[in-house]
């Protein structure tokens, strides 16, 4: 029992030591112009009886020598010795805190600002050529029905002269071409036979048919008093749909 009690007593200087020691460096480094010697500490720590085990009284001494890196704790007692490595804490090993660092930890969180939230990501609305063309069908307006409208056009001609025969026809067709006029063979029946008339034209109007009338009767052969009267130019008025 007295050896597990002095185990205890010497881990509890040890760990005393240690943290005597560390404060002791972290002084030196906080201050570089102190000076500070390292004499041999000789302490008598007391025993703290524990409340569940009878007391036991004895009086031991225990010898610290403290070295630059090395602590012995010997026991006068019975000689028995306890060596602790301290390690020297180099300068790399001394952090400093940054203040925002060191107010943003001592800060409790419920007073620390809330951060920004991360926009929200858009995603990009993509229309294909399908539904384009059918929302522009649902969008047009009906067209209208077509209707269909008829008009009449009214045509005027200069019949020069009928015949029953198809040569004396184009015989004077081609005498008015040679004086340069134009002219073409209307072929139909009339009361039952077939009639070739020459005609002049198509005119757009009344006056303009009368204008070529007139050109018409100054033409050799043509003339009034060269034709009967059953035999002379007049104009004819016809009618069509488009």
Do not use: C
């Amino acid at each position: 029992m007295e050896k597990e009690q002095k185990k205890l007593l010497l881990v509890a200087v040890s760990v005393g030591v240690f943290l005597l020691v560390t404060v002791t460096v972290a002084i030196i480094f906080i201050s570089p112009g102190a000076q500070l010697q390292e004499p041999a500490i000789s302490s008598t720590v007391p025993y703290i009886p524990n409340p569940s085990q009878p007391v036991i009284h004895n009086t031991q001494e225990t010898i610290i020598n403290i070295g630059n890196q090395d602590a012995e704790i010997i026991d006068r007692d019975n000689g028995d010795s306890l060596t602790i490595h301290i390690p020297v804490p180099s300068a790399a090993s001394v952090s400093v805190i940054p203040v925002e660092e060191e107010i943003r930890q001592n800060t409790p969180a419920a007073v620390r600002p809330a951060p920004a939230p991360a926009p929200a990501a858009t995603t990009p609305v993509t229309t294909t050529p399908a539904a384009t063309a059918s929302t522009q069908q649902t969008t047009q307006p009906a067209a209208p029905p077509r209707t269909t409208t008829t008009r009449t056009i009214t045509d005027y001609w200069i019949q020069t002269n009928a015949y029953t025969a198809i040569i004396p026809a184009e015989d004077q067709k081609e005498s008015l071409a040679s004086k340069g006029l134009v002219s073409i063979i209307d072929i139909s029946e009339v009361s039952g036979r077939v009639m070739y008339r020459v005609w002049m034209g198509p005119y757009t109007s009344r006056a303009e048919a009368d204008y070529w009338l007139a050109i018409l009767k100054q033409v050799d052969g043509f003339r009034d008093e060269q034709l009967g009267p059953d035999q002379r130019p007049y104009i004819r008025q016809t009618s069509r749909q488009i």
